[in-house]
């Protein structure tokens, strides 16, 4: 590991953690479908006794998602939800944690559905607000939670404030980089202390496989982290590792192309006349614009934008498109499109949603890898059915 140390991220994806084997000298990480292990003499096993605590497949996905956030530990799960349980179960009882009030819905869910019940308390805010931030961190704050760029409309939130602000009240910093992905942006150099992601989206990147992350720079973090790893059991299969380990090496070009697409269709639609506005942190217009430039290498392939009509307007368009595919989730080499205020973020009350700026006609876009152009004639003839 200490070459790659050097290497360059496009070069890290492929190659980080994934040494042809050594038995056969095969390329591709053998998929080790395989529940136990040998041992020599009881107790002396070579690594491994058990796949629940430790499985090859999974050890070498590990080491490359480490090497492609820059931190020294990488453990992986069966979803980026057991991975954000994972954190909380570094929490004790009377612990407060503080996060964004746009925070991803499972998110949201855990943490007052499922955590509240064993007395940990929640404070939703908004977290570009550093001084709302700061009111709202106590004494038992254990936990600052972090998205950037948040879902659905691309607010930018600064790592490194955050990070202190956390550091100020002893409490941990994580952040969810699954739409920025560490090809654009490594949150741990920015100070935090733990990275989660959803491997479902990007990094897997072909939307066939469910999985979650998490990558830290402590020792002393990365061991808990394992032990509840192992005695949790959210761990993911071997099949499931391999398919992300597929993803994973494809990750800096998908990304640089779903950048570039992003980029172009967000400043087509700015001028276009069905829309009246449009969330990228790529453009000049998105208030977070500089602190996006600094913060990230390229602005990521997440964007949202308004129709100007109704809500049944924009249901419309998104149910006319052709090479967008109407769904949810993200991050694949397809287009992905979906009306949050009917499907992601329908269970928000209207008023809420909309005094949270989510309008009736807001439109959210994955946009894929596919060829710009026939992504712009899609949305034209979208518009064209719906008004
Ligand atoms: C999808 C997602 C999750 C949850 O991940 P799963 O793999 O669906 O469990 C968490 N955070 C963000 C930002 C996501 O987009």
């Known amino acids: 590991m200490d070459d790659s140390d050097d290497q360059r991220i496009e070069t890290r994806a492929i190659h980080a953690g994934q040494d042809p084997d050594a038995e056969t000298g095969a390329l591709m990480t053998p998929i080790h479908a395989n529940s136990t292990y040998q041992q020599d003499g009881p107790g002396e096993h070579r690594g491994y006794e058990y796949s629940r605590t430790g499985n090859p497949t999974r050890t070498d996905l590990e080491s490359n998602l480490a090497s492609l956030e820059g931190g ?40 007052t559905q499922v955590y509240e019940q064993y007395d940990l308390s929640f404070d939703f805010v908004d977290t570009t607000d550093h001084d709302a931030v700061a009111d709202a961190m106590r004494e038992e704050t254990a936990l600052l939670w972090v998205e950037t760029p948040t879902n659905p409309l691309m607010r930018v939130n600064d790592i490194g404030a955050l990070a202190d602000l956390a550091d100020e009240y002893d409490a941990l910093c994580a952040v969810d980089n699954t739409f920025a992905t560490p090809y654009l942006q490594r949150p741990l150099e ?62 800096p070009v998908r990304m640089d192309r779903h950048c570039d697409n992003a980029r172009e269709l967000a400043s087509w639609l700015e001028g276009h006349e069905r829309v009246d506005r449009v969330y990228y942190p790529g453009l000049e217009s998105h208030p977070q614009h500089e602190l996006a430039a600094e913060q990230m290498d390229d602005f990521g392939g997440m964007l949202s934008f308004e129709v100007d009509g109704s809500l049944s307007q924009a249901s419309d368009v998104v149910s006319e498109t052709e090479v967008f595919t109407l769904a949810e989730s993200l991050g694949g080499v397809e287009s992905l499109i979906e009306q949050p205020a009917a499907m992601t973020h329908a269970a928000i009350p209207r008023e809420e949603r909309v005094a949270a700026g989510l309008a009736d006609g807001l439109v959210r876009v994955s946009v894929g890898v596919e060829h710009v152009d026939d992504l712009k004639a899609d949305l034209d003839r979208a518009f064209d059915a719906a008004f």
Request: hydrophobic share 35%; net charge negative.
């Open 190 to 251: 920015h100070g935090a202390d733990i990275v989660s992601h959803s491997l479902t989206k990007y990094l897997g990147g072909h939307s066939d496989v469910v999985g979650g992350a998490l990558v830290t720079d402590s020792e002393e973090l990365d061991e808990q982290i394992g032990f509840y790893q192992n005695a949790v059991g959210a761990t993911p299969s071997p099949f499931d590792c391999f398919l992300v380990l597929r993803g994973t090496k494809t990750l």
């Open 72 to 111: 020294a530990h990488g453990r992986a799960f069966s979803s980026g939800m057991g991975s954000i349980n994972t954190v909380l179960n570094l929490l004790e009882a009377g612990d407060h944690v503080v996060t964004g009030d746009d925070v991803y819905g499972g998110t949201h869910r855990i943490f």
